[in-house]
């Protein structure tokens, strides 16, 4: 099973403290819920990236998703 990343925002490390801002598109999220006991989560990862953006972002955020074409294990 394959799997590919599809970025849904960026963040940046918040100057002198161990917290990363972060910002999301809502409609980004709502593609990649899912449902667990009745209630519904998103699962994104956050990655430091090698140097930071023309922006200052330090930090990508991203789902992994399972890729059509790849076959069950």
Not at 30 to 45: I, L, R, S
Request: net charge negative; no cysteine.
């Amino acid at each position: 099973m394959a799997f590919s990343k599809k970025y849904i925002g960026k963040g940046k490390q918040v100057e002198n403290r161990n917290i990363v801002e972060v910002s999301l598109k809502l409609e980004e999220l709502h593609d990649h819920t899912f449902e667990y006991e009745g209630e519904t989560y998103v699962k994104f990862n956050v990655a430091r990236l090698k140097e930071p953006d023309q922006y200052g972002k330090t930090h990508t955020i991203y789902v992994s998703v399972k890729d059509p074409d790849s076959e069950e294990s």
